[in-house]
C-alpha cells in the first residue's frame, strides 16, 4: 500500500489532470522519489491506488526511461548516446565515467553514490555532449570538467 506521504503528493498533482491514467507517470515519479525506484511491488500498489489495470502502469513505467525498475545508487548519471552527442565524444565521456565510477553502463559505483545509464536525446543537441546527474542537466561536458561535476555531486 502506498504511504501516507506518497498518497498525500499524488493528490496534489491530481487536479493537473483529467484522468487517473494522466496521473499514472507523476504518481510513479512520486513513489519513486520516496522509494528511489519503483519494484514490482510498487508498480502494483500505483495500479491499486489510481485504479489502473498494472499492465497500463507497467507500461508507462517502462516507456519512460527515467522511471528506474531496479534499485539505483543516491544518484543516476544519464549519459545521453544520441547522435550529437556520440559525434562530440559521448563515449571519451563513457570511458572517464566507467573508469572513475568503478563500474560498467548499467551498473552502480561500489561507494552507492552514482549509478551510470545511457539516454537517448535530452533535448539538448546544441550543446552536445549533454549529461543528467540526478536532476541537473549538464552541457558542452568535457573529460577536464566531469571530475568537478561528479565533486560537485552534480
Ligand atoms: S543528441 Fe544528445 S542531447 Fe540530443
Given at each position: 500500500m502506498l504511504s501516507e506521504e506518497e498518497r498525500r503528493d499524488i493528490e496534489r498533482e491530481a487536479p493537473n489532470y483529467a484522468t487517473r491514467k494522466a496521473l499514472?507517470?507523476?504518481?510513479?515519479?512520486?513513489v519513486q522519489?520516496?522509494?528511489?525506484?519503483?519494484?514490482?511491488q510498487a508498480l502494483q500498489e500505483v495500479a491499486d491506488y489510481l485504479g489502473l489495470p498494472l499492465s497500463h502502469v507497467e507500461g508507462v513505467a517502462t516507456f519512460?526511461?527515467?522511471?528506474f525498475r531496479h534499485p539505483v545508487?543516491?544518484?543516476?548519471?544519464?549519459?545521453?548516446?544520441?547522435v550529437s552527442c556520440w559525434i562530440m565524444g559521448c563515449e571519451r565521456l563513457l570511458d572517464r565515467l566507467r573508469a572513475h565510477l568503478e563500474t560498467d553502463v548499467g551498473g552502480t559505483s561500489?561507494?552507492?553514490?552514482?549509478?551510470l545509464l545511457t539516454a537517448p536525446c535530452?533535448?539538448?543537441?546544441?550543446?552536445?555532449?549533454?549529461?543528467?546527474?540526478g536532476e541537473t542537466l549538464?552541457?558542452?561536458?568535457?573529460a577536464e570538467t566531469l571530475p568537478d561535476l561528479l565533486g560537485k555531486g552534480g
Open positions: 499514472c507517470i507523476d504518481a510513479l515519479r512520486i522519489g520516496h522509494r528511489g525506484y519503483v519494484s514490482d519512460y526511461n527515467l522511471i545508487g543516491a544518484r543516476v548519471i544519464l549519459v545521453c548516446d544520441s561500489p561507494d552507492g553514490r552514482y549509478t535530452l533535448g539538448a543537441c546544441d550543446f552536445a555532449p549533454v549529461l543528467m546527474i549538464h552541457r558542452d561536458v568535457t
